[in-house]
């Protein structure tokens, strides 16, 4: 989903009258004889200045915390998206398209105070950015999931003798005449042997059963000894304790490494016999209304972090032009929605009327510097 670009610029009105300034950024780029974009006033509210030295700090910081802000309105903006699917519309601000939003901008003095100091004022729009974008994280976790437990019980549920739940394919009177024990010394285990592969697993003799099979397995059962003692012994005068082996574990694990599917803890119930079904549906309900729920989390929550982001820029603009322009405060801003394919001409309109851009020969990919503030705005 594309969006408009824009262009944030501020200039020094030089003791004149504001509309002085309004009229010559309008005539400088978005005129019948410049048209490379639609132009609007942004109203910067009268913010605390505090010190230079603060200023110039927080200047630095700006930059960062805009760069941050932005990540986490693509993030949510990204979810939303994908959560949506094909059925995916544009998100708002406030209930208006945030280009409208961008374009008829207002200070919001309730949620943050202009009167706060500026250092505050940041702290206060980062820190409720930063706990959306920990809410997102939790929100997403426990959807994934409730996504992924999903898909296991599907891919059960679809799946051969190896993976389905043996309850629901085998029936009672198959397992009546098997000969199943659990005893302290007897186990008898259900083993699913790929088609395709080859025979030749080590079994007990004469225990080997076989009980079903589907188009891609067999399913057979094989009684094994669960575990036998070695005895102790001397050695020297040191007496060394008899071990228990694990024959059953080891038996399990020769199958698995001859890529034979052990069906380790099943016991068959026949009252469990459709419960996996049950459980897959409740699990699709679970997972359609965590979907819909962090659906309108993500519509409501980005044009909270779309709101901050924006409040960020404009107190940008007003750190930029305070250094730049100085004490009294004395600027007007503007903002430029850049027309397609204009933005060059754009800028270099500006530098023609207010100045020359200035870029270091030393770093290609140093900032240029222009005689007025520039601010993009991509969002």
């Known amino acids: 989903m594309s969006h408009p670009h824009y262009l944030i610029t501020s200039i020094s009105n030089s003791g004149s009258a504001p509309e002085n300034s309004f009229r010559k950024l309008q005539n400088a780029a978005a005129c019948p004889s410049a048209p490379y974009g639609e132009m609007f006033k942004l109203e910067v509210p009268s913010l605390m200045v505090g010190t230079l030295d603060s200023l110039m700090n927080l200047s630095d910081d700006l930059g960062k915390t805009d760069s941050i802000i932005e990540s986490i309105v693509r993030k949510v903006e990204k979810s939303s998206m994908e959560l949506a699917g094909k059925k995916a519309t544009e998100l708002t601000v406030g209930g208006v398209p945030s280009t409208r939003y961008i374009q008829q901008f207002a200070w919001d003095y309730a949620k943050y105070p202009n009167r706060r100091p500026l250092k505050e004022l940041v702290s206060l729009i980062s ?44 029936e009672e009177k198959v397992v009546k005449n098997l000969k199943i024990f659990d005893t302290e010394y007897l186990k008898t285990v259900f083993v699913a042997v790929d088609r395709h592969q080859k025979k030749g697993s080590p079994v007990v003799p004469g225990s080997l059963e076989k009980v079903m099979e589907d188009n891609d397995s067999v399913l057979y059962t094989v009684t094994v000894l669960k575990g036998m003692y070695e005895a102790g012994y001397y050695e020297g005068e040191e007496f060394v304790p008899g071990t228990k082996i ?70 940008r603009v007003f750190v930029e032009s305070v250094l730049r322009y100085g004490l009294p405060v004395d600027f007007t801003a503007v903002l430029y929605k850049v027309a397609s394919g204009k933005e060059v001409m754009l800028v270099n309109a500006l530098d023609k009327a207010f100045g020359e851009s200035v870029k270091g020969d030393d770093d290609p990919d140093e900032e240029e510097y222009h005689d007025f503030v520039l601010i993009k705005f991509e969002p």
């Not at 929100?139 to 629901?168: E, F, I, M």
């Open 246 to 315: 694990d024959l059953l574990e080891a038996f399990s694990k020769i199958l698995r490494e001859k890529r034979y599917s052990v069906r380790e803890n099943f016991t068959y119930d026949p009252s469990q016999q459709g419960k996996s079904a049950m459980m897959m549906e409740q699990l699709q309900v679970e997972v359609d209304n965590m979907r819909s729920g962090l659906t309108r989390w993500c519509k409501t929550h980005y044009g909270e972090a779309f709101v901050a982001w924006m409040h960020i820029k404009v107190i």
């Open 127 to 170: 820190s409720g950015v930063s706990a959306i974008d920990e809410e997102l994280k939790q929100l997403s976790n426990s959807y994934g999931d409730k996504q992924a437990a999903l898909q296991d019980a599907k891919r059960k549920k679809g799946g051969n003798l190896t993976t389905v739940d043996l309850n629901d394919v085998l």
